[in-house]
C-alpha cells in the first residue's frame, strides 16, 4: 500500500522559511516522479514544483521559481520543498503527489497517481 506523509509545516513570518518533507512507503521510490501542490482557502489546488526520479530535472511554478527548491533523496525515500522568503500568499495546505512515469516533471494534476494528505503552511505579514 503506497503512502505519502507530508510533514513540516507551520507558522513563519513574511520572510522566513521552512523546509516541507514528505517520506514515501510502499513503492520503490527511486523509480517515480515527485511533485508539491498547494491549496489555498477558497481556491483550487496548484502547481508547485515537481522533480525526476533521479533528482536531474526539475520544473517550478512561475510564483514560487527562485524561492523554493525541490529536492529528493532516494535513500531516505523522502522529497523536501526547501521554501525561502515566505510571503502570505503561499498560505496553502501543501501536498506531495507521486506520478508513476519517472522521467518527467507535469505541473498537471492528473500524471499523479497517489497523494499524501497534506500538511498547513500559514505566513503572517
Known amino acids: 500500500q503506497v503512502q505519502l506523509v507530508e510533514s513540516g509545516g507551520g507558522l513563519v513570518q513574511a520572510g522566513g522559511s521552512l523546509r516541507l518533507s514528505c517520506a514515501a512507503s510502499?513503492?520503490?521510490?527511486?523509480?517515480?516522479?515527485m511533485g508539491w501542490f498547494r491549496q489555498a482557502p477558497g481556491k483550487e489546488r496548484e502547481f508547485v514544483a515537481a522533480i525526476t526520479w533521479g533528482g536531474g530535472r526539475t520544473l517550478y511554478a512561475g510564483s514560487v521559481k527562485g524561492r523554493f527548491t525541490i529536492s529528493r533523496d532516494n535513500a531516505k525515500n523522502t522529497v523536501y520543498l526547501q521554501m525561502n522568503s515566505l510571503k502570505p500568499e503561499d498560505t496553502a495546505v501543501y501536498y506531495c503527489?507521486?506520478?508513476?512515469?519517472?522521467?518527467?516533471?507535469?505541473?498537471?494534476?492528473?500524471?499523479?497517481?497517489?497523494w499524501g494528505q497534506g500538511t498547513q503552511v500559514t505566513v503572517s505579514s
Open positions: 510502499g513503492l520503490t521510490f527511486n523509480n517515480y516522479a
Open positions: 503527489a507521486l506520478d508513476r512515469a519517472g522521467w518527467r516533471t507535469s505541473g498537471s494534476e492528473a500524471p499523479y497517481d497517489y
